[in-house]
């Protein structure tokens, strides 16, 4: 993992039993014309990462951070990143889209997603063809699904399912055009809250067949859906992450099972409200549950990856994390927001994400 929280997983996971969070204030016209509260990765921690790989193409930003995530994620589950049996995944929603405002000398095709999949990929000397997901704010977790799908195909051995995205004056401009920005460390579920921030990083997840690379977690389903509701509005009943959630328990899990849910939780009123009503109406209202938002914000195409790498650790050191910026019940219909950090035995999890245009999408961890 890369946020504004660490370089990786165990320092986040360290930083977040700390209560700590990577969103702090920031002025800086090239982002946005008043002062914004959001997560952004140290620059020259970054660069002194990227250093060390010594790599000898050029890479965008983003890229490095691909690549210092996805080298550190390889060698620690062991895995040759040039087997013809090794398929990489990458989701993100703008990729290298600070190059609107500075080309850096790259070529404008580098502004395709694929393009930036393809420029991580042939420095790790892959030659498979990377897939890019790009659905919104559901990207990540839809990435994880396919990348479980793909093992069960056979056609692969490992997936490396990777997420990111940048902080940039486009991605504020549009939030900020909503008027869904948050001047303040965003508070998902809260009745305070005053909507979202928003944080960059990347998290990679690699997903194999041999359990020799595991950390005895298996993805057991996953479920996508689209409600349609709105370009930009959630469902007002929660019907999609409904589907989506029932999807990714099938006949495998029941709702009764599920030990903790890390939610979307953006800390905007329609995305709360969905997820409450959703989750009612799955009698899943009782399990505890939180948003990481409060942490390092609402990093888009890397928010589902990111997230399910925490909550997975959750599931392995049996702890529930505070749901950050969380006080008073926010939502018309009661969820279990966890409000102190605490061990609980943890066997299966459930992760949702929900996202412009009526997307949903959820995803079950079970521990074995």
């Known amino acids: 993992m890369i946020t504004a929280l660490g370089f990786s997983t165990n320092e986040n996971w360290e930083n977040l039993l700390a209560g700590q969070s990577g969103l702090k204030m920031h002025e ?3 982002f946005l014309n008043e002062p914004f509260c959001a997560a952004l990765v140290a620059e020259e921690r970054l660069n002194e990462a990227f250093e060390k790989l010594q790599v ?4 965008t930003r983003l890229e490095k951070m691909f690549a210092v995530s996805i080298n550190a994620a390889a060698a620690e589950a062991k895995i040759d990143l040039t087997n013809e049996k090794t398929l990489f ?3 993100t929603t703008k990729g290298n889209i600070d190059l609107l405002q500075d080309t850096q000398g ?6 395709r997603l694929g393009k930036m999949a393809e420029a991580v990929t042939t420095h790790f000397k892959n030659l498979n063809r990377p897939i890019v997901i790009s659905n919104a704010c559901i990207s990540g977790v839809v990435a994880i699904i396919m990348g479980s799908r793909m093992l069960r195909t056979g056609q692969y051995e490992n997936v490396v399912v990777t997420g990111g995205d940048l902080v940039t004056n486009f991605t504020l401009s549009g939030f900020n055009a909503l008027r869904a920005l948050s001047n303040e460390p965003c508070k998902p579920f809260d009745a305070n809250r005053k909507g979202i921030n928003l944080g960059e990083g990347v998290g990679t ?3 194999s067949k041999n359990k020799k690379n595991s950390k005895n977690i298996a993805v057991l389903g996953g479920g996508i859906s689209n409600d349609a509701n709105h370009i930009s509005g959630p469902s007002r009943t929660g019907e999609g992450l409904q589907l989506a959630i029932k999807g990714a328990l099938d006949k495998e899990v029941l709702p009764a099972e599920i030990d903790y849910i890390s939610a979307h939780g953006t800390a905007t009123m329609y ?4 997820e409450a009503k959703a989750f009612h109406a799955l009698n ?4 505890p549950m939180n948003s990481f938002k409060g942490y390092w914000g609402h990093t888009l195409g890397a928010a589902g990856v990111l997230e399910s790498i925490i909550a997975s650790k959750s599931l392995v050191e049996n702890e529930l994390l505070k749901s950050a910026g969380f006080k008073d019940m926010g939502v018309t ?3 279990a927001v966890i409000e102190k950090t605490r061990k609980k035995e943890l066997t299966t999890i459930l992760k949702t994400s929900s996202g412009f245009g009526g997307c949903n999408a959820a995803v079950v961890f079970q521990k074995y």
């Open 284 to 287: 899943l209202e009782a399990v």
């Open 106 to 111: 790259f070529s404008k095709d580098r502004l």
């Open 28 to 30: 800086d016209a090239a």
């Open 89 to 91: 995944i990458f989701s």
């Open 205 to 207: 997840m690699i997903l």
């Open 271 to 274: 995305n709360d409200e969905m």
């Open 56 to 59: 000898q193409e050029a890479m």
């Open 333 to 335: 219909m009661p969820v």
